[in-house]
């Protein structure tokens, strides 16, 4: 079956099949489950991407039609927290909902320079697996390719229109974006100019 000459595939652990697709270097649309209330994109209504490409701001906004003004966050599994971020003790619960801002450790400027902000801070999304068992997951499998628990995750939708809501804005969003892959649920759609 296809979406507009688009092949689907389902997959059962769709997880594992987006980590394997970031740890390769794609930039995967993800829509899945209910919409999510709040200032942010928290993995349901999200596109993807490693946060190791400093290059990133520059060309994935461009294709979003977005400004190199609107940086990136990460999405971190809450258990690498202090490993990737400082002194986040007290603002945990915060920070669940991409609303703050930390300093980054050396360690982080180093592997996630694409959502280390010029003066060395991130606003990260810190999940927990109670939080969004399947995000979690996508990230965690992740972390067990690359070793680095932290992804980007930005909201899915081009520059001043609203986050997608229907399978058919993930769709439309997907196209003009040019991104290079959709996940709706557990389906898996490729852009036909990804070689394969």
């Known amino acids: 079956m296809c979406i507009r000459d688009r092949k689907y595939t389902y997959f059962k652990n769709i997880e594992s099949e987006i980590a394997k697709l970031l740890a390769r270097g794609f ?3 993800r829509f899945n ?12 209504r999200s596109i993807l991407y490693q946060a190791t490409d400093k290059t990133v701001n520059d060309w994935l906004n461009k294709k979003l039609r977005r400004t190199e003004f609107m940086p990136f966050a990460p999405a971190t599994l809450a258990e690498y927290a202090n490993k990737c971020y400082k002194n986040i003790k007290g603002a945990e619960y915060t920070a669940k909902f991409m609303t703050i801002t930390f300093n980054c450790t050396n360690w982080m400027k180093k592997k996630c320079p694409g959502v280390v902000h010029i003066d060395g801070t991130a606003r990260p999304q810190l999940l927990s697996r109670e939080d969004n068992p399947s995000f979690y997951k996508i990230i965690d499998e992740y972390r067990k390719i690359t070793g680095i628990p932290s992804i980007i995750n930005t909201s899915f939708n081009i520059h001043e229109e ?7 804005d993930a769709v439309r969003a997907f196209k003009i974006g040019h991104l290079d892959y959709l996940v709706i649920g557990n389906y898996l759609v490729k852009n036909e100019n990804i070689p394969t």
């Open 27 to 29: 930039v995967v649309a």
């Open 33 to 44: 489950g209910r919409m999510e209330f709040g200032p942010r994109a928290l993995g349901n």
């Open 162 to 168: 609203p986050i997608v809501c229907s399978p058919k």
